[in-house]
């Protein structure tokens, strides 16, 4: 951990810089790109029936968007006002009214005909429900009945036989560090959470290389750098606030460098809406861009090593910081044999980018005195994500980048708070403070007061499958809790996972809406219960950011949905009706006792307790982890991990593909074009090359398939590597196998092969298993 405080926002350049202007057309009128004050004009609108509400949500509380950790307009990095519209969209979820009795009890059949969009604009769950079999509707249920009908069950079942689940709609720690005391409380460690999904690999990787599953730097040390690195990740538009960052960096003299399959152009240029001269202008962002193959991440990272190797061997120095490396990491020789094995012919193929290419980033990395890496879903959500990772991890330890000024390892957050997720214990291999390890257990055991059971829990993924076991197995799941999320359109696979869901006895949806996944059958009881928005919650609640801001986000003045409850306190509910008789080894009464409990439980999070105003904040761990090179390992130490070079399973003339996002956040579509790219959500983006060599002309209908699924779309040709294309998420998760999980971390794999053709070749040829047979040579592969 480090020493060293972060001294809070530095202010922008005041003097405009035209050599980063995208053009000199005022706003960028007649290009492709968010329109930022008609965007906000709209969200204005939608929330014009509570507007004083949304004004003191936005000017007061922490933003429940991307992780970032903006409260209310203003951060720790950058002086003035801080507004995207991410967080614009998310807005309408904590100020709509209540649905109409004509919705909440309409029939299921009916309902199902909407879309998640479409039923998320029917307003907030206002009150308990229940549907069982052959029921067409829900029905009111009292919170009493509701929560008895659910303990009951839960008194007959082997705790192997019930899960928890939560996701990262605006989730506070509070609510993470109850479920996962509670769950432990109730005999399971099946309790897991949404960056099983999105980052499980970060964490993973980051804590076999340095010891600590977090950002090591935080968002100043952009701002000054030598290199800026996304590696798979499209900041721009996950976390729009991010860009006044890179303007910020720009100004400094840093280099920006992207690597992704596609050239995105929200990556390229940028109109930041809240700094003038960009907002006028533009900012070009990208001063190049990689585009490898999906999955070929490892070998261009191989490639940057063989080289690094290669100069050292021409001039000792001239690649890797020897002082650094000597004092501070081990495995340097193991790595040199793993990656020098490894011929260029085999780096180029798998990588998808020249030798030379390889060089070149290798060459800048070399002579930069700092450097910053971030990354995202784009290394993440492959069945080798924390390989991908970990050899993130290996370029930093090779050059020195870590735990200094202007230098570290950053896996950017997606959703508000979710860092705080598996801090807090609410997942099925860590505890608050460490992991499921005996001497971690006994010590949260002795602060808890009761016994945690020492058998491995399932992540998310197998909990689900888990659901189609024969009846008399331990892990047959016969109840699952799940506080958000939909699964139908977050798993690979939706016609799979629905049969899971509909597999299961009991499903609780705790949520502020419906979504597609509410409305699915189950065998016993669909239960609803409303919870209530964090900026609802008495005594408010805490969040974590990426860069580890522990941010207080207080309780807002507004109207209140009658019925709904905060989140811990349904669990703590819960739990005191499962076992009465040990109650009061679970009973919270406010979060400021949960606070001080997490500053005991999880030692970093020391200082929590005292957060209680807005405004309030601390960061654990410093400005920089791992500061002076010392790390949070056995021995001091980082570790330089040897990963192999993945098998990437695409027959010759087929295709690989990935999924991307549009104009949504996470699962929630707010539109079905895409600002950036004009691309509809059912286009599939692929080089042009590609498409002339198979008849392929723009708009025309085109099927990709494999052995897992089909999708029907649209060709637009964009800068995307040739080989691959891109679908969007979820609309093309279909394609996505079942079951397959990264082997450390459990993440689902997002990525496959396909076969891409015209739908009219597709469907000349349906009736004579032509389909069929060229299927078969992907699974021979």
Same mark, same amino acid.
């Given at each position: 951990m480090g020493e060293t405080k972060h001294t809070g926002p530095v202010k922008l350049p005041r003097k405009p810089d035209p050599s980063l202007w995208v053009s000199k057309v005022p706003f960028g009128l007649g290009k492709v790109k968010p329109h930022h004050i008609r965007d906000t004009m709209k969200v204005v609108w939608e929330n014009k029936d509570n507007l004083r509400f949304a &004004?003191?949500?936005?000017?007061?509380?922490?933003?429940? $968007?991307?992780?970032?950790?903006?409260? $209310?307009?203003?951060d720790q990095t950058l002086t003035g006002p801080h507004l995207c519209t991410t967080r614009l969209n998310v807005l309408r979820l904590n100020t709509m009214p209540a649905m109409e009795e004509k919705y909440v009890h309409a029939d299921v059949a009916d309902l199902r005909k909407m879309s998640s969009t479409e039923l998320r604009q029917l307003g907030r769950i206002p009150y308990p429900l229940i549907r069982k079999p052959g029921e067409k509707k829900f029905s009111r249920i009292s919170w009493d009945d509701a929560l008895d009908k659910i303990s009951d069950k839960m008194k007959v079942l082997d705790p192997k036989k019930f899960a928890f689940y939560t996701t990262s709609r605006g989730i506070t720690n509070e609510v993470y560090y109850t479920l996962?005391?509670?769950?432990? *409380? %109730? +005999? /399971?460690?099946? !309790?897991?959470?949404?960056?099983?999904?999105?980052?499980?690999?970060?964490?993973?990787?980051?804590?076999?290389?340095?010891?600590?599953?977090?950002?090591?730097?935080?968002?100043?040390?952009?701002? $000054?750098?030598?290199?800026?690195?996304?590696?798979?990740?499209?900041?721009?538009?996950?976390?729009? !606030?991010?860009?006044?960052?890179?303007?910020?960096?720009?100004?400094? $003299? /840093?280099?920006?460098? @992207?690597?992704?399959?596609?050239?995105?152009?929200?990556?390229?240029?940028?109109?930041v809406p809240s700094i003038a001269e960009s907002a006028l202008f533009g900012t070009k962002i990208a001063d190049d861009v990689y585009q490898v193959n999906i999955g070929g991440d490892i070998a261009f990272m191989h490639g940057i090593m063989k080289h690094w190797f290669t100069m050292e061997e021409m001039v000792h120095g001239s690649a890797i910081d020897h002082e650094f490396v000597s004092k501070h990491v081990n495995g340097l020789e193991s790595l040199k044999e793993k990656v020098m094995a490894y011929e260029w012919d085999q780096l180029e193929k798998s990588s998808g980018l020249t030798k030379e290419r390889m060089m070149e980033l290798a060459e800048l990395l070399a002579k930069s005195k700092s450097a910053v890496f971030v990354w995202s879903m784009g290394l993440t959500q492959h069945r080798f994500g924390t390989d991908n990772i970990s050899q993130v991890a290996n370029l930093a330890l090779l050059r020195g980048f870590l735990g200094r000024e202007h230098c570290g390892l950053m896996p950017i957050r997606g959703h508000s708070g979710v860092q705080g997720s598996g801090e807090m214990g609410a997942d099925p #291999?860590? %505890?608050?403070?460490? +992991?499921?390890?005996?001497?971690?257990?006994?010590?949260?055991?002795?602060i808890w007061g009761f016994e945690i059971p020492k058998w491995q829990g399932d992540i998310v993924g197998v909990s689900l499958e888990n659901a189609l076991l024969p009846d008399d197995h331990?892990?047959?799941?016969?109840?699952?809790?799940?506080?958000?999320?939909? *699964?139908?359109? /977050?798993?690979?696979?939706?016609?799979?996972?629905?049969?899971?869901?509909?597999?299961?006895?009991?499903?609780?949806?705790?949520?502020i809406i419906f979504? /597609?996944?509410?409305?699915?059958?189950?065998?016993?009881?669909? @239960?609803?219960?409303?919870?209530?928005?964090?900026?609802?919650?008495?005594?408010?609640?805490?969040? &974590?950011?990426?860069?580890?801001?522990?941010? #207080?986000?207080? =309780?807002?003045? +507004?109207?209140?949905?009658?019925?709904?409850?905060?989140?811990?306190?349904?669990?703590?509910? %819960?739990?005191?009706?499962?076992?009465?008789?040990?109650?009061?080894? @679970?009973? *919270?009464?406010?979060? #400021?006792? @949960?606070?001080e409990e997490i500053a005991k439980a999880a030692p970093n999070y020391d200082g929590i307790q005292h957060l209680q105003s807005r405004g309030d904040v601390f960061q654990w761990g410093g400005l920089w982890l791992c500061e002076g090179g010392i790390c949070p390992t056995p021995d001091k130490k980082g570790n330089l991990i040897t990963v192999e070079i993945p098998e990437l399973r695409k027959p010759e003339g087929h295709f690989y593909v990935t999924s991307r996002? +549009?104009?949504?956040?996470?699962?929630?579509i707010y539109h079905e074009t895409d600002p950036f790219n004009d691309a509809d959500r059912y286009d599939l983006l692929l080089? =042009?090359?590609?498409?002339?060599?198979?008849?392929?002309?723009?708009?025309?209908?085109?099927?990709?398939f494999n052995q897992y699924g089909t999708f029907h779309g649209r060709a637009k040709f964009v800068e995307i590597k040739t080989g691959n294309v891109e679908v969007h998420w979820p609309e093309g998760n279909a394609l996505i196998p079942k079951g397959v999980y990264e082997k450390y971390a459990g993440i689902p794999e997002y990525n496959t092969a396909v076969i891409l053709e015209k739908a009219e070749t597709y469907f000349a040829h349906k009736d004579t298993k032509y389909a069929e047979k060229r299927v078969e040579e992907l699974e021979m592969d």
């Amino acid at each position: 951990m480090g020493e060293t405080k972060h001294t809070g926002p530095v202010k922008l350049p005041r003097k405009p810089d035209p050599s980063l202007w995208v053009s000199k057309v005022p706003f960028g009128l007649g290009k492709v790109k968010p329109h930022h004050i008609r965007d906000t004009m709209k969200v204005v609108w939608e929330n014009k029936d509570n507007l004083r509400f949304a &004004t003191r949500i936005l000017t007061q509380g922490v933003c429940d $968007g991307c992780a970032l950790g903006v409260s $209310g307009l203003k951060d720790q990095t950058l002086t003035g006002p801080h507004l995207c519209t991410t967080r614009l969209n998310v807005l309408r979820l904590n100020t709509m009214p209540a649905m109409e009795e004509k919705y909440v009890h309409a029939d299921v059949a009916d309902l199902r005909k909407m879309s998640s969009t479409e039923l998320r604009q029917l307003g907030r769950i206002p009150y308990p429900l229940i549907r069982k079999p052959g029921e067409k509707k829900f029905s009111r249920i009292s919170w009493d009945d509701a929560l008895d009908k659910i303990s009951d069950k839960m008194k007959v079942l082997d705790p192997k036989k019930f899960a928890f689940y939560t996701t990262s709609r605006g989730i506070t720690n509070e609510v993470y560090y109850t479920l996962g005391k509670v769950s432990r *409380f %109730l +005999g /399971t460690n099946n !309790v897991d959470n949404a960056s099983r999904i999105c980052h499980s690999p970060s964490k993973t990787a980051l804590s076999r290389s340095i010891g600590v599953g977090a950002s090591t730097c935080s968002y100043k040390d952009w701002i $000054g750098t030598d290199v800026l690195v996304f590696w798979g990740s499209v900041a721009a538009n996950n976390q729009p !606030v991010s860009t006044k960052y890179m303007y910020a960096a720009k100004r400094k $003299g /840093t280099k920006i460098i @992207i690597i992704n399959p596609y050239h995105e152009p929200a990556m390229d240029n940028y109109w930041v809406p809240s700094i003038a001269e960009s907002a006028l202008f533009g900012t070009k962002i990208a001063d190049d861009v990689y585009q490898v193959n999906i999955g070929g991440d490892i070998a261009f990272m191989h490639g940057i090593m063989k080289h690094w190797f290669t100069m050292e061997e021409m001039v000792h120095g001239s690649a890797i910081d020897h002082e650094f490396v000597s004092k501070h990491v081990n495995g340097l020789e193991s790595l040199k044999e793993k990656v020098m094995a490894y011929e260029w012919d085999q780096l180029e193929k798998s990588s998808g980018l020249t030798k030379e290419r390889m060089m070149e980033l290798a060459e800048l990395l070399a002579k930069s005195k700092s450097a910053v890496f971030v990354w995202s879903m784009g290394l993440t959500q492959h069945r080798f994500g924390t390989d991908n990772i970990s050899q993130v991890a290996n370029l930093a330890l090779l050059r020195g980048f870590l735990g200094r000024e202007h230098c570290g390892l950053m896996p950017i957050r997606g959703h508000s708070g979710v860092q705080g997720s598996g801090e807090m214990g609410a997942d099925p #291999f860590v %505890l608050p403070g460490g +992991g499921m390890d005996d001497a971690n257990r006994s010590r949260v055991e002795t602060i808890w007061g009761f016994e945690i059971p020492k058998w491995q829990g399932d992540i998310v993924g197998v909990s689900l499958e888990n659901a189609l076991l024969p009846d008399d197995h331990e892990r047959k799941l016969e109840l699952y809790y799940l506080s958000g999320g939909n *699964f139908l359109e /977050t798993m690979p696979n939706p016609d799979f996972v629905k049969r899971c869901l509909e597999n299961i006895d009991i499903r609780v949806h705790q949520d502020i809406i419906f979504n /597609t996944s509410t409305l699915v059958d189950a065998k016993e009881a669909v @239960i609803v219960l409303p919870a209530m928005t964090r900026y609802e919650q008495p005594g408010g609640g805490t969040s &974590t950011s990426t860069e580890r801001m522990v941010y #207080f986000s207080p =309780e807002i003045k +507004g109207p209140r949905m009658e019925e709904a409850r905060a989140e811990w306190e349904i669990y703590v509910d %819960l739990a005191k009706r499962v076992k009465p008789d040990k109650k009061h080894l @679970i009973d *919270f009464k406010d979060p #400021f006792e @949960i606070r001080e409990e997490i500053a005991k439980a999880a030692p970093n999070y020391d200082g929590i307790q005292h957060l209680q105003s807005r405004g309030d904040v601390f960061q654990w761990g410093g400005l920089w982890l791992c500061e002076g090179g010392i790390c949070p390992t056995p021995d001091k130490k980082g570790n330089l991990i040897t990963v192999e070079i993945p098998e990437l399973r695409k027959p010759e003339g087929h295709f690989y593909v990935t999924s991307r996002r +549009g104009k949504q956040f996470n699962s929630m579509i707010y539109h079905e074009t895409d600002p950036f790219n004009d691309a509809d959500r059912y286009d599939l983006l692929l080089n =042009e090359k590609d498409a002339a060599a198979l008849g392929i002309k723009e708009g025309d209908p085109v099927v990709a398939f494999n052995q897992y699924g089909t999708f029907h779309g649209r060709a637009k040709f964009v800068e995307i590597k040739t080989g691959n294309v891109e679908v969007h998420w979820p609309e093309g998760n279909a394609l996505i196998p079942k079951g397959v999980y990264e082997k450390y971390a459990g993440i689902p794999e997002y990525n496959t092969a396909v076969i891409l053709e015209k739908a009219e070749t597709y469907f000349a040829h349906k009736d004579t298993k032509y389909a069929e047979k060229r299927v078969e040579e992907l699974e021979m592969d």
